[in-house]
């Protein structure tokens, strides 16, 4: 049986949302849980407390989604913020 998988980009931001992460997984519940736990040592998320996620959008493809996150790094933080403040303006922790 072909199982459809799919692929996360996520956005992680800190306690005052000042910092805004990109990220991009296969398991977004497994991965946010490694930001959490602060998993890897010398990662920018643990040095800068991003662990808080606020938004997500998911893809059938994985290049679609590496795609998506390229765009989205070399964006604009206000484009960053924008999508936030579209789907969760009060930057709520999104429960998984």
């Not at 849980?33 to 998320?45: I, L, M, P, V, W």
Request: proline share 1%; glycine share 8%.
């Amino acid at each position: 049986m072909n199982t459809l998988r799919q692929y996360y980009v996520y956005f992680l931001t800190n306690k005052g949302n000042k910092v805004i992460y990109i990220g991009i997984t296969n398991d977004l519940e497994k991965r946010i849980g490694e930001h959490k736990e602060g998993k890897y040592d010398n990662s920018f998320t643990k040095k800068y407390g991003c662990n808080k996620l606020v938004y997500f959008e998911s893809y059938q493809w994985v290049q679609q989604a590496i795609d998506r996150e390229k765009r989205l790094k070399g964006g604009s933080r206000q484009v960053k913020v924008d999508l936030i403040n579209q789907d969760n303006p009060e930057w709520n922790e999104l429960n998984l």
